[in-house]
């Protein structure tokens, strides 16, 4: 399906990463990792990345694009760039270029991850049997990704979602307190508005509010830091809303998936508040979900680890692509079309 070297490219709201996958089941070539906001267009920043790699030049393109995949040409949801794999495809002079959504490939991930590495994954909260049956994949970072990853007859579907964009309301007094003062994105507040980088800056803005503070401007990593130092009380408010936040909505999509093999988190903001997530507040409201409260204790729940869990699924596809089934959308010459894109464009 993939015709070798295969560019392999996960492009997210804040920063793009590249590498080059020489030959079925060989070593990638070193990543390249660069802010989006460093070139102006996702071809600049591929070319960018292939002079700094150096080697054999790509005859095939796999990208996951963090934006709702239903074309040939997406516009990232949280970043200003458009991917175009027909231009892409032209300007390379490649074979093929697949878009998928970036939450494909950690999907695609999460049958080589080994439960009890911990370079690799670590548990949150109680050691809880890891089946074999369906799981999910979410990660708050620049937005909130999340796919599922079901197998079937000895192969798994790779499931996107548009999960991060589902409404998203309180559930008790002290969430009721702080949700008229979350800043609305689009005059809502969905599970990216508060479960994301951003949405972490508006829940201490909200948690400042309503302790009669002027909200200061903090990043989501010192939004984390103050919280873990105890100097900001409004800081620590807005990181424990956050966690149960997380656990509830973590929890709702475990209920959607049936996701009996565990959900699974990877992105840049939760490694760094595992300790945090450990502390109960996550678990409580992930298993508060009446009348399944008893099904949902059986359900593990994971931190990703190992550096970069979407290149590894990138990767796992490009070498075995029959191992998948998913769908992707892309351009490809006549000679090279391939039976999993739903759209093509010559």
Same mark, same amino acid.
Not at 303 to 327: H, K, Q, W
């Given at each position: 399906?993939?015709?070798?070297?295969?560019?392999?490219?996960?492009?997210?709201?804040?920063?793009?990463?590249?590498?080059?996958? /020489?030959?079925?089941?060989?070593?990638?070539?070193?990543? @390249?990792?660069?802010?989006?906001?460093?070139?102006?267009?996702?071809?600049?920043?591929?070319?960018?990345?292939?002079?700094?790699?150096?080697?054999?030049?790509?005859?095939?393109?796999?990208?996951?694009?963090?934006?709702?995949?239903?074309? $040939?040409?997406?516009?990232?949801? *949280?970043?200003?760039?458009? #991917?175009?794999?027909?231009?892409?495809?032209?300007?390379?002079?490649?074979?093929?270029?697949?878009?998928?959504?970036?939450?494909? =490939?950690?999907?695609?991930?999460? +049958?080589?991850?080994?439960?009890?590495?911990?370079?690799? @994954?670590?548990?949150?909260?109680?050691?809880?049997?890891?089946?074999?049956? *369906? !799981?999910?994949?979410?990660? $708050?970072?620049?937005?909130?990704?999340?796919?599922?990853?079901?197998?079937? !007859?000895?192969?798994?579907?790779?499931? /996107?979602?548009?999960?991060?964009?589902?409404?998203?309301?309180?559930?008790?007094?002290?969430?009721?307190?702080?949700?008229?003062?979350?800043? !609305?994105?689009?005059?809502?507040?969905?599970?990216?508005?508060?479960?994301?980088? %951003?949405?972490?800056?508006?829940?201490?803005?909200?948690?400042?509010?309503? !302790?009669?503070?002027? /909200? $200061?401007?903090?990043? $989501?990593?010192?939004? #984390?830091?103050?919280?873990?130092?105890?100097?900001?009380?409004?800081?620590?408010?807005?990181?424990?809303?956050?966690?149960?936040?997380?656990?509830? &909505?973590?929890?709702?999509?475990?209920?959607?998936? *049936?996701?009996?093999?565990?959900?699974? &988190?990877?992105?840049? @903001?939760? =490694?760094?508040?595992?300790?945090?997530?450990?502390?109960?507040?996550?678990?409580?409201?992930?298993?508060?979900?009446?009348?399944?409260?008893?099904?949902?204790?059986?359900? +593990?729940?994971?931190?990703?680890?190992? +550096?970069?869990?979407?290149?590894?699924?990138?990767?796992?596809?490009? *070498?075995? %692509?029959?191992?998948?089934?998913?769908?992707?959308?892309?351009?490809?010459?006549?000679?090279?079309?391939?039976?999993?894109?739903?759209?093509?464009?010559?």
């Amino acid at each position: 399906m993939f015709e070798f070297p295969v560019l392999i490219a996960d492009i997210g709201g804040t920063y793009a990463r590249f590498a080059v996958l /020489p030959a079925p089941g060989e070593p990638l070539s070193r990543l @390249i990792t660069m802010a989006t906001s460093l070139h102006t267009t996702p071809g600049m920043a591929i070319r960018s990345a292939l002079n700094a790699l150096g080697g054999p030049s790509p005859r095939s393109a796999l990208l996951g694009v963090a934006g709702r995949v239903d074309a $040939p040409t997406v516009r990232l949801t *949280n970043a200003s760039w458009t #991917i175009d794999a027909a231009e892409i495809g032209a300007d390379l002079g490649l074979s093929s270029a697949m878009l998928v959504n970036d939450y494909v =490939p950690v999907a695609a991930a999460l +049958p080589l991850l080994e439960v009890g590495q911990p370079v690799e @994954i670590a548990r949150i909260g109680p050691a809880i049997p890891c089946g074999q049956g *369906n !799981r999910v994949a979410l990660g $708050p970072g620049t937005g909130l990704g999340a796919a599922a990853c079901i197998p079937v !007859r000895g192969r798994y579907w790779l499931q /996107p979602t548009e999960a991060g964009h589902v409404d998203f309301g309180a559930c008790d007094a002290d969430e009721l307190a702080i949700w008229p003062l979350i800043d !609305r994105v689009g005059g809502r507040i969905t599970a990216e508005t508060v479960l994301s980088g %951003p949405g972490l800056t508006r829940l201490h803005h909200a948690a400042a509010q309503r !302790r009669g503070q002027v /909200p $200061p401007s903090l990043t $989501p990593a010192e939004v #984390i830091a103050a919280a873990s130092y105890g100097k900001d009380e409004a800081a620590s408010d807005a990181v424990r809303h956050f966690l149960s936040l997380l656990g509830r &909505f973590a929890g709702d999509l475990a209920l959607i998936f *049936n996701a009996t093999g565990g959900v699974y &988190f990877g992105s840049g @903001i939760l =490694p760094r508040v595992i300790d945090l997530l450990d502390r109960g507040d996550f678990r409580r409201a992930f298993e508060r979900k009446s009348p399944f409260e008893a099904v949902m204790t059986r359900i +593990p729940t994971f931190v990703i680890t190992r +550096p970069e869990p979407a290149i590894l699924g990138l990767t796992s596809i490009a *070498n075995a %692509p029959d191992r998948f089934i998913f769908e992707a959308h892309g351009w490809a010459t006549e000679a090279a079309r391939f039976p999993l894109l739903a759209t093509a464009t010559k």
